[in-house]
């Protein structure tokens, strides 16, 4: 019922920046939060930001000051602006959201997309 997909992941030189995308689609009547999670080869899913439906922000500690999350709810979009990128921040990220389906009172999830590869090397 209810679909998201990623992009905008790549190759990309450490310090150098690139903009993922998740939009979703399907029987979508309103999304509350919407957020970006990670998981590198070998370690579990850790949360990189966040955006619940009043738009406040929280952010790993690994990634405040160089990640910026934005959310576009014309579009059922979310985007993660990532700066400054490390090899550490190497990884498959993914994006997930809570949504209240048609028909629906309350809220769902969290849905989560296929996942996007990021890879940060030289």
């Known amino acids: 019922q209810v679909y998201l997909l990623e992009s905008g992941g790549g190759l990309v030189q450490p310090g150098g920046s690139l903009r993922l995308s998740c939009a979703a689609s399907?029987?979508?009547?309103?999304?509350?939060?919407m957020g970006w999670y990670r998981q590198a080869p070998g370690k579990e899913r850790e949360l990189v930001a966040t955006?619940?439906?009043?738009?406040?922000?929280t952010y790993a500690d690994s990634v405040k000051g160089r990640f910026t999350i934005s959310r576009d709810d014309a579009k059922n979009t979310v985007y993660l602006q990532m700066d400054s990128l490390k090899p550490e921040d190497t990884a498959v990220y993914y994006c997930?959201?809570?949504?209240?389906?048609?028909?629906?009172?309350?809220?769902?999830?969290?849905?989560w997309g296929q996942g996007t590869q990021v890879t940060v090397s030289s």
């Open positions: 997930n959201a809570l949504v209240r389906v048609l028909g629906d009172t309350w809220f769902t999830g969290p849905y």
């Open positions: 955006m619940p439906g009043d738009f406040s922000t």
């Open positions: 399907g029987r979508i009547r309103s999304i509350n939060a």
